[in-house]
């Protein structure tokens, strides 16, 4: 192992990223069987869960990651026994502040096809990467429409699985076309969410947000800008969104774990507003 090569948590032992750990016969590698949550630890941020290391709401993760294990029905280890992962993982790295990434997937299988071999014991990993903050007052993102479409009418838009190729697909298709982000819609042509964020649409002192019903995933972070919202007196609604009501909007913003809050301000080389971030996207940032 290089001697500058950070520490993974796969399965109780600590290893070196680059280390071979995982079987071959890995179903969250051969079918993407499984689940992840994404969480950011830094001292000033969320709440203490081990010496020196707090976590952005951790039980709310952990929980997400839960329901998503019960809809593939994996025997989802201890949630204390996951924290404990976590936090060994952060100190073996000398990290207090880190974006966290926790996996875990069916695990190996020694059969083939779907139907998952009886007894299979999960895979879990823990890998942690430098947090690096994005400026509050850097520019607006922009973003395109995809021609990817988010399948609302599926379990798995309401849960963080390993089958991500949809979301690689769209912003492969926003890179191409020079832009940041790209914009999904649902299968009824609603505004759904991007790539890897949920979004708000700003109108006066009214906030919207696509309802999971619409194909959004319920994020954590999206969780909490509607609560500092509301509790600074502006009106919130989940509710469905379509693309004209981008074109309308005094604001707009995307929200998850590792960024925050990242205005949006052009969207298919158009601007939204002002074409700069907005006051109230300022504000929740």
């Not at 949630?79 to 069916?106: C, K, M, P």
């Not at 708000?200 to 619409?214: A, D, H, W």
Request: charged share 20%; net charge positive.
């Amino acid at each position: 192992m290089a001697t500058n090569e950070r520490l993974a948590w796969v399965n109780g032992r600590l290893v070196g990223e680059s280390e071979p750990s995982l079987s071959l016969l890995e179903r969250g590698l051969t079918l993407g069987d499984g689940v992840f949550e994404t969480m950011l630890a830094g001292p000033s941020v969320g709440r203490p869960v081990g010496p020196g290391t707090n976590l952005f709401r951790p039980a709310e993760h952990l929980e997400r990651l839960s329901q998503g294990a019960s809809l593939l029905a994996i025997d989802l280890p201890p949630a204390e026994r996951l924290l404990t992962a976590v936090l060994d993982t952060l100190s073996a790295n000398r990290l207090s502040t880190a974006v966290v990434r926790l996996t875990v997937s069916r695990g190996p299988d020694p059969g083939r096809g779907l139907d998952p071999s009886p007894d299979v014991a999960p895979t879990v990993i823990v890998r942690v990467s430098a947090y690096k903050p994005r400026a509050a007052r850097q520019p607006g993102l922009a973003a395109v429409f995809s021609s990817v479409r988010r399948n609302e009418s599926s379990p798995l838009s309401r849960v963080k699985s390993l089958s991500y190729a949809d979301n690689v697909l769209a912003r492969l298709e926003a890179r191409r076309r020079g832009a940041d982000e790209a914009i999904l819609l649902n299968t009824a042509g609603e505004v759904c969410c991007a790539s890897a964020a949920n979004l708000f649409v700003v109108r006066g002192e009214t906030l919207t947000t696509p309802p999971v019903e619409s194909g959004a995933l319920p994020g954590v972070t999206r969780r909490c800008l509607l609560e500092l919202a509301a509790a600074r007196g502006l009106t919130v609604r989940q509710a469905p969104v379509l693309p004209e009501d981008l074109w309308a909007a005094d604001e707009a913003f995307l929200t998850n774990t590792v960024v925050g809050v990242a205005s949006l301000t052009s969207l298919e080389g158009r601007f939204i507003g002002t074409g700069r971030p907005g006051g109230i996207t300022r504000l929740l940032a």
